[in-house]
């Protein structure tokens, strides 16, 4: 059985979201900054980018997922990364309104679980089979994933930004054991991996 793992990016006073998420702005107000090193360092973060999408299934809120909030209607949505997301392997969403899976290219199926953190996982182990599981936020999932003690390794990636306020990583999550176990860095960015001794 593989690690769960986190990889989510963070403001030095420990937003991953910036205030005001909406559409237009889907990370809120000036969080965009917090992953300027993907796009604008990719060759000296490689190793890194890959690890974040290696995982056998993924498991994410549905914030992260996309704008549309309360039942789904009729809408359409299929996530903010076009026709074919970077996951390529199943995406369990969290969600209190039922939904059909959704197929896109390359691999990746969205499907909607809404009856908790724990079926989620059970769905994305199945799913993931001897591969690791990732949870790939927003700040209330991976919240709520640390706190029931369902992450074997988290890794922050922290930029040098402050945000003020958004969504604040490590709320209500009790006195986690993080050990330290790998730091890399470059002008964008600070990776720090910790394992989680349980």
Same mark, same amino acid.
Request: proline residues 6%; negative net charge; hydrophobic residues 40%.
């Given at each position: 059985m593989g690690l769960v793992t986190c990889d989510i990016g963070i403001s $030095?006073?420990?937003f991953v979201a910036g205030p005001n998420q909406r559409l237009e702005e889907p990370l809120g107000d000036g969080a965009e900054r917090l992953h300027r090193w &993907?796009? *604008?360092? %990719?060759?000296?973060?490689? *190793? +890194?980018?890959?690890k974040i999408t290696a995982a056998g299934a993924f498991i994410m809120g549905r914030n992260m997922f996309? %704008? $549309?909030?309360? /039942? =789904? !209607?009729? #809408?359409?949505? /299929?996530?903010? =990364? !076009?026709?074919e997301p970077p996951y390529h392997a199943p995406v369990f969403v969290l969600t209190h309104h039922p939904r059909e #899976? +959704? /197929? &896109?290219?390359g691999g990746t199926t969205f499907h909607f679980v809404t009856d908790g953190i724990e079926a989620a996982m059970r769905r994305a182990r199945e799913a993931a089979g001897d591969q690791d599981i990732a949870v790939a936020g927003g700040a209330q999932t991976v919240n709520q994933y640390l706190a029931a003690g369902l992450i074997d390794e988290l890794r922050l990636h922290i930029a040098p930004v402050v945000l003020g306020a !958004?969504?604040? @990583?490590?709320?209500? $999550? !009790?006195? @986690? %054991? @993080?050990? %330290? +176990?790998a730091v890399s860095h470059t002008d964008l960015v600070a990776h720090v991996t910790y394992r989680l001794n349980r």
């Amino acid at each position: 059985m593989g690690l769960v793992t986190c990889d989510i990016g963070i403001s $030095v006073d420990g937003f991953v979201a910036g205030p005001n998420q909406r559409l237009e702005e889907p990370l809120g107000d000036g969080a965009e900054r917090l992953h300027r090193w &993907m796009f *604008e360092q %990719p060759e000296a973060n490689a *190793e +890194v980018i890959e690890k974040i999408t290696a995982a056998g299934a993924f498991i994410m809120g549905r914030n992260m997922f996309g %704008p $549309v909030r309360g /039942t =789904w !209607g009729d #809408s359409d949505w /299929t996530g903010w =990364w !076009g026709e074919e997301p970077p996951y390529h392997a199943p995406v369990f969403v969290l969600t209190h309104h039922p939904r059909e #899976s +959704v /197929t &896109m290219k390359g691999g990746t199926t969205f499907h909607f679980v809404t009856d908790g953190i724990e079926a989620a996982m059970r769905r994305a182990r199945e799913a993931a089979g001897d591969q690791d599981i990732a949870v790939a936020g927003g700040a209330q999932t991976v919240n709520q994933y640390l706190a029931a003690g369902l992450i074997d390794e988290l890794r922050l990636h922290i930029a040098p930004v402050v945000l003020g306020a !958004g969504e604040r @990583l490590f709320a209500d $999550v !009790g006195d @986690l %054991p @993080l050990e %330290p +176990v790998a730091v890399s860095h470059t002008d964008l960015v600070a990776h720090v991996t910790y394992r989680l001794n349980r």
